[in-house]
Nanobody, 130 residues
Framework: QVQLVESGGGSVQAGGSLRLSCAASGLPYSHYAMGWFRQAPGKEREGVAAIDHEGSTSYASSVKGRFTISLDNAKKILYLEMNSLKPEDTAMYYC????????????????????????WGQGTQVTVSS
């Protein structure tokens, strides 16, 4: 049984930082990719950052240079370090995982990759106040 459990969300003022974590268990892949997505009220879910099991990364243009995705392969823990947070970063943040078919590199080209991910966490709320 696959489980993805996010943690680390919270409230912060603009310019502040947060680090999200996602503990994965039961992934049925030897080669896999993971990602962070977010959904703000009234908006569609969007990709934020993605990483494959070898550590190659891809970012949405809106967060590039401010957010860093990383993966502890041994522990199967995914991280998202978020700096210089803005009110528009306020959203529910979701962790996702998928197998070799995940086209993680497309995220940096502004293309949707959500459908490539088979497993999703329950989400953690991030609120940034101005």
């Amino acid at each position: 049984q696959v489980q993805l459990v996010e943690s680390g969300g919270g409230s912060v003022q603009a310019g502040g930082s947060l680090r999200l974590s996602c503990a994965a268990s039961g992934l049925p892949y030897s080669h896999y990719a993971m990602g962070w997505f977010r959904q703000a009220p009234g908006k569609e879910r969007e990709g934020v950052a993605a990483i494959d099991h070898e550590g190659s990364t891809s970012y949405a243009s809106s967060v590039k240079g401010r957010f860093t995705i990383s993966l502890d392969n041994a522990k199967k823990i995914l991280y998202l370090e978020m700096n210089s947070l803005k009110p528009e970063d306020t959203a529910m943040y979701y962790c996702a995982a998928g197998g070799p078919g995940v086209r993680w590199w497309l995220l940096s080209q502004g293309l949707p990759i959500e459908a490539d991910f088979a497993y999703w966490g329950q989400g953690t709320q991030v609120t940034v106040s101005s």
